[in-house]
């Protein structure tokens, strides 16, 4: 099988998954096989990456097919510049054709100069108005990259952000989950301490919560903030 053929297969894939949410861990999995497949797409470059944010919110590399790629992209997350970051920033796609010319990132340019970097092209990760991250491809001659590179590469970054867009959705999606379990933990509570209420005062249910939403006005807290100290063993009144 081709490369264009195993990158549109690839392409398919994620277009049918799109309306999945996807782990981190599985769409970082076809993360990877995207920037290999996108190595093969353009025979000049050696490596590819896609940069994006960890779910602590810090830019990360979350894929990358050489050393070399990893190491300028955390060079640019050091310096807060690069093309990388720029097509980020900017939603456009950014060419390098001669990295030991171009003067608009020189700090960075410098070093990649140095580990036999020629040019570079960089496409934004755009999840409908949200740009989510950003792809790269380097290659070791200079003018590597054309107009026609900068089409391919930011239709594959068009899938990139399909899949990155799926997992925040299934991260946020984690997040409500957490937060409906500690509903459910405090209704727990609640219930619990109205029973030991209801044995301990030979009340109602209805009487022993409303002992519980009382104390609970006249401090100023929770019900289950006063539930909590009740099944503790505190003894509130």
């Known amino acids: 099988m081709d490369s264009e053929s195993s990158g549109g297969d690839l ?5 049918r998954a799109s309306g999945l949410m996807l782990s981190d861990e ?12 996108t ?3 353009f025979p000049a470059s050696y490596g590819a990456g896609v940069t994006t944010t960890s779910p602590d919110g ?4 979350t894929a990358a097919t ?9 060079l640019q997350y050091e310096l807060d510049e690069g093309p990388c970051l720029t097509a980020w920033r900017t939603r456009r796609t950014i060419r390098i054709d001669d990295v030991a010319t171009d003067p608009r990132w020189p700090r960075w340019a410098a070093a990649a100069a140095e580990v036999g970097v020629g040019s570079t092209l960089s496409a934004p990760l755009l999840a409908g108005e949200e740009a989510v991250g950003a792809m790269k491809v380097y290659a070791r001659s200079p003018g590597a ?10 239709l594959f970054a068009a899938q990139c952000a399909l899949l990155l867009s799926s997992a925040q959705r299934f991260r946020r999606a984690g997040g409500l989950d957490a937060e409906v379990q500690e509903l459910l933990e405090q209704r727990d509570l609640v219930t619990l301490a109205t029973g030991m209420v209801m044995g301990r005062d030979g009340v109602s249910r209805r009487a022993a919560f409303a002992h519980l939403v009382g104390l609970a006005q006249h401090e100023g807290g929770g019900v289950h903030q006063v ?11």
Request: charged content about 20%; cysteine-free; glycine content about 8%.
């Open 227 to 237: 539930a909590a100290r009740i099944v503790a063993g505190a003894g509130a009144r």
């Open 145 to 154: 990259f054309g107009e026609q590179e900068e089409i391919t590469l930011a």
């Open 26 to 37: 599985v769409s970082e999995a076809v993360l990877r096989l995207l920037t290999a497949a």
């Open 11 to 15: 392409g398919a894939v994620v277009a």
């Open 58 to 61: 810090t830019r990360t590399t």
């Open 39 to 41: 190595v093969h797409l």
């Open 66 to 74: 050489d050393p070399v790629v990893q190491r300028l992209d955390e």
